[in-house]
């Protein structure tokens, strides 16, 4: 059964404070692995995917890496608006998501 | 190119009414998925379904609840006579293939 598990569960940040986000999964053959970011009361919004070990893909102030048992989601200088619940996912090949928990991010300004 | 859209955002029932929650997918994504997000707890997958097709509905319960795809208009989760513990926030996904998957704002279900 896939399995994906994030930690922290919550960060608190100063703004300017860069820090990662962790995922560890456990799936028998990855077709791919998805970050998304979710505000309260509203869907989770795509961020990135990652297909295999060693890619990385960046967007602003994020930037996400894969090895075969993890990935971590970077935050560099972050701002009061990074503040959210980041969500990982993986797909097994089934086309079914399996998130994890999420890390409810704060960045204090 | 509009996102998806559920509606309605918010739906309130009593217990052993019916529930209809209504997803319309992106332009040109033939795929939709429906997950659940229970109160303190992760997002479940439910079910898949592509052109009116239901391909996995593995995380589906069994009883009250079904999907469908019609040729027009909007998909529809619907639950029968819902329970206290069915109140969660559903969301609808769509994607072009077998790509990410893009989530709408989602229906928060209160049953009291």
């Known amino acids: 059964e896939d399995q994906v598990t994030q930690s922290p569960e919550a960060l608190r940040l100063q703004e300017g404070e860069s820090s990662s986000l962790n995922c560890s999964y456990t799936v028998s053959g990855l077709r791919g692995l998805f970050w998304y970011r979710q505000d309260p009361g509203k869907g989770p919004e795509f961020l990135f995917t990652l297909y295999s070990a060693g890619e990385e893909k960046e967007k602003e102030r994020l930037k996400a890496t894969l090895t075969k048992k993890e990935s971590f989601l970077h935050i560099t200088a972050p701002k009061p608006e990074d503040s959210a619940t980041y969500l990982c996912?993986?797909?097994?090949?089934?086309?079914?998501?399996?998130f994890g928990q999420g890390t409810r991010l704060t960045i204090n300004p | 190119n509009a996102g998806v859209m559920q509606n309605p955002r918010h739906l309130v029932r009593r217990r052993g009414q019916e529930a209809r929650l209504r997803c319309s997918p992106m332009k040109g994504h033939s795929h939709v998925y429906w997950y659940r997000q229970l109160p303190e707890e992760g997002l479940k997958f439910m079910v898949y379904?592509?052109?009116?097709?239901?391909?996995?509905e593995s995380g589906m319960p069994k009883e009250r609840f079904s999907a469908e795809f019609p040729k027009e208009g909007p998909n529809i989760l619907r639950i029968q006579q819902v329970v206290r513990g069915d109140s969660a926030a559903y969301f609808c996904a769509s994607s072009p293939g077998l790509l990410e998957q893009y989530f709408g704002p989602g229906t928060r279900l209160t049953v009291t």
């Open positions: 996912a993986v797909d097994g090949g089934a086309q079914k998501l399996v």
């Open positions: 379904l592509q052109k009116e097709n239901i391909i996995d």
